[in-house]
């Protein structure tokens, strides 16, 4: 979609610069540390609320 006078709008271009490798790289390094993250704190969780079961 453009406005009349031919230049995108606002949300086409925040997609258009969002989709440039350098922007995508970025994005996918920042998921890749988020769901690391998330899957260390899901172990800590689970093993503080089973760690009185385990006899260690």
């Known amino acids: ?3 009349p006078n031919g230049r995108p709008n606002l949300v086409d271009r925040f ?5 440039r490798p ?3 790289a ?3 390094r920042w998921a ?3 769901s690391l ?5 899901g172990y800590i969780i689970i093993y ?9």
Do not use: A, H
């Not at 997609?15 to 989709?19: D, G, P, T, V």
């Not at 993250?37 to 704190?41: A, I, K, Q, R, W």
């Open 37 to 41: 993250v998330m899957l260390v704190l």
């Open 22 to 24: 350098e922007n995508l």
């Open 26 to 28: 970025r994005i996918l």
């Open 15 to 19: 997609f258009i610069r969002l989709s």
């Open 48 to 56: 503080t609320k089973i760690r009185d079961m385990i006899p260690i």
């Open 32 to 34: 890749w540390f988020i």
């Open 1 to 3: 979609m453009s406005t």
